[in-house]
C-alpha cells in the first residue's frame, strides 16, 4: 500500500507487430518488392546492431527536440514471414518516466533502412512486465 504507483514498476513492454507494404504515396510511387525472409532477419540485426536510434519529434510546447532511442530496444526478432507481410517482436525498456519505444518508430527505422515505404498492420502489446522484486 506505501509502496511506488503500479506505473512506477513497469519494466519492460512486449508488443506484437505486422509490418506490410505502404500504399502509393503521393507521389504515385509503386511499394518496392518484398523482401525475403533472410533480407528482414538482416534487417533486424543491423537495427540490433545499431549505435543509436534517433528520433526527432516537438515536445507539449512545439519546440523541436531530438533523443537516442537505442537504449530502449531490448530485443527485435522476426516471428514470421510471408509474402507482404512480417511480424515482429519486439522487447522494449520503459524508463522511469514511463517512456518505451513505439511501433511506429520501430516502423520508421526498418522503412528507412529498407528503402521502402511499410505501414502497420496488426498490433498486440502481449505484456507489460514489472521490475523484479
Known sequence: VAGPSLAMELETALWRIDLEPAAAGADGEAPGAW???AAWEA???SLLAA????????????RPRQRDCRPALANL??????AGRVTL?????IDP????????QLRHWLSE?????????ALCREALLLQPC
Open 77 to 82: 526478432r522476426l516471428q514470421g514471414w510471408q
Open 113 to 121: 533502412r529498407l528503402g521502402q515505404r511499410l505501414a502497420l498492420g
Open 89 to 93: 517482436q519486439l522487447e522494449a525498456t
Open 35 to 37: 523482401p525475403d525472409r
Open 43 to 45: 534487417l533486424v540485426a
Open 97 to 104: 518516466a514511463g517512456r518505451s519505444l513505439r511501433p511506429e
Open 51 to 62: 549505435e543509436s536510434l534517433e528520433w526527432s519529434d516537438t515536445d507539449k510546447k512545439g
